[in-house]
T-cell receptor, first 117, second 115 residues
Framework: DSGVTQTPKHLITATGQRVTLRCSPR?????VYWYQQSLDQGLQFLIQ???????AKGNILERFSAQQFPDLHSELNLSSLELGDSALYFC????????????????FGQGTRLTVV | AQKVTQAQTEISVVEKEDVTLDCVYE???????LFWYKQPPSGELVFLIR??????QNEISGRYSWNFQKSTSSFNFTITASQVVDSAVYFC????????????FGGGTRLMVKP
């Protein structure tokens, strides 16, 4: 158990709909990351939050948005869903290192499998 | 930009064989971090190891060992005496010092260990 909790585990929805994925990071971790895993794109970084602020952005579509709340949990909102958005969405969290040890390992949740029909 | 290549998409071995999973990376940054993750059939991503670019020594953990070669930009992973429970997809990943802590993943290697 990584300590990162994602809900729901599975989600089936129709095209054009909007969904929200939720993530609770490991206790004490200030950084939260969202990744998308699909057959054609592999594992891709979407966005990072650190203590409520957006820290880095990857290949995240404009239809997607995220936020991190004061209690450090995070939500990923996916709107105007398309068939191609079907994927496994992972949340990860990490602690903050210092100096050259700043980059620390990320611990991943079990993922939310989104199916758009 | 960073890039991670795992040329072996699928490897099949018989239990107790040794197996090496290859990982080649590209980055212009001089300070970077390499990782291996395991994704078993249940789907979660499990952290295995982190290697800093400024650490020279290789590492062994039980049946697992990692060989970091800066000269060839490789970070290979060897499983000794493989077991059926090692069957999974293994991902190599890279992050760099000045670009946050986001990971660039390789395409993964599916390891099948047959009894």
């Amino acid at each position: 158990d990584s300590g990162v909790t994602q809900t729901p585990k599975h989600l089936i929805t129709a095209t054009g709909q909007r969904v929200t994925l939720r993530c609770s990071p490991r206790s004490g971790d200030l950084s939260v990351y969202w990744y998308q895993q699909s057959l054609d794109q592999g594992l891709q970084f979407l966005i990072q939050y650190y203590n409520g602020e957006e820290r880095a952005k990857g290949n995240i579509l404009e239809r997607f948005s995220a936020q991190q709340f004061p209690d450090l949990h995070s939500e990923l909102n996916l709107s105007s869903l398309e068939l191609g958005d079907s994927a496994l969405y992972f949340c990860a969290s990490s602690s903050q290192g210092e100096g050259r040890m700043r980059n620390t390992e990320a611990f991943f949740g079990q993922g939310t499998r989104l199916t758009v029909v | 930009a960073q890039k991670v290549t795992q040329a072996q998409t699928e490897i099949s071995v018989v239990e107790k064989e040794d197996v090496t999973l290859d990982c080649v990376y590209e980055t212009r940054d001089t300070t970077y971090y390499l990782f291996w993750y395991k994704q078993p059939p249940s789907g979660e991503l499990v952290f295995l190891i982190r290697r800093n670019s400024f650490d020279e020594q290789n590492e062994i953990s039980g049946r697992y060992s990692w060989n970091f070669q800066k000269s060839t930009s490789s970070f290979n992973f060897t499983i000794t005496a493989s077991q059926v429970v090692d069957s999974a997809v293994y991902f190599c990943a890279l992050s760099v010092y000045n670009a946050g802590n986001m990971l660039t993943f390789g395409g993964g290697t599916r390891l099948m260990v047959k009894p």
